[in-house]
């Protein structure tokens, strides 16, 4: 399957970040994210339960 172009604006710290993955992981920024995607799909329900469970505990921590 041939694959896709997209760009994304991401903050410095994202790139810094990634660029300590790429070196260490020894892959490109591409096959980095597409390991990142690929994780975050397979797992999607308990990282959405975690997700959701981190912004209700900051919220409650606000009031």
Known sequence: MAKQTTSFRLPELTHERLAELCELFKESGAEIVERAVSYLYEN????????????????????
Not at 44 to 63: F, G, P, T
């Open 44 to 63: 999607r329900e308990e990282v959405a339960k975690q997700d959701l469970e981190s912004r209700l505990a900051k919220l409650k921590k606000a009031d």
